[in-house]
Nanobody, 120 residues
Framework: QVQLVESGGGLVQPGGSLRLSCAAS????????MGWFRQAPGKERELVAA???????NYADSVKGRFTISGDNAKNTVYLQMNSLKPEDTAVYYC??????????????WGQGTQVTVSS
């Protein structure tokens, strides 16, 4: 029943910007963490950025200073503002949500992915 829907991907030139959105639905519990992963062909999926329900953020070193993650708890939505994009940022970006309950354990949910291509 939990569903994550991503949007905002596309083709941009190096140095450009994109804003990704992820809307979550179907859960009566607040997610402990929401974040973004990315995966390029032939590469393993890697964490890009994450944010807790309390607003604490974490970034991969490769995107720190260029990307900003934010969330709207009221709308169950998380955003990823990507600035100064590089060709190395080209990948499919996936939204991730974590529900960690003391009595039920950890559950991970994933969106369908949105393509980001940085090329001149």
């Amino acid at each position: 029943q939990v569903q994550l829907v991503e949007s905002g991907g596309g083709l941009v030139q190096p140095g450009g910007s994109l804003r990704l959105s992820c809307a979550a639905s179907g859960s009566i519990f607040r997610f402990n963490v929401m974040g973004w992963f990315r995966q390029a062909p032939g590469k393993e999926r890697e964490l890009v950025a994450a944010i807790t329900s309390g607003g604490t953020t974490n970034y991969a070193d490769s995107v720190k200073g260029r990307f900003t993650i934010s969330g709207d708890n009221a709308k169950n939505t998380v955003y990823l503002q990507m600035n100064s994009l590089k060709p190395e940022d080209t990948a499919v970006y996936y939204c991730n949500a974590v529900l960690d309950r003391t009595d039920r354990g950890r559950r991970d949910y994933w969106g369908q992915g949105t393509q980001v291509t940085v090329s001149s």
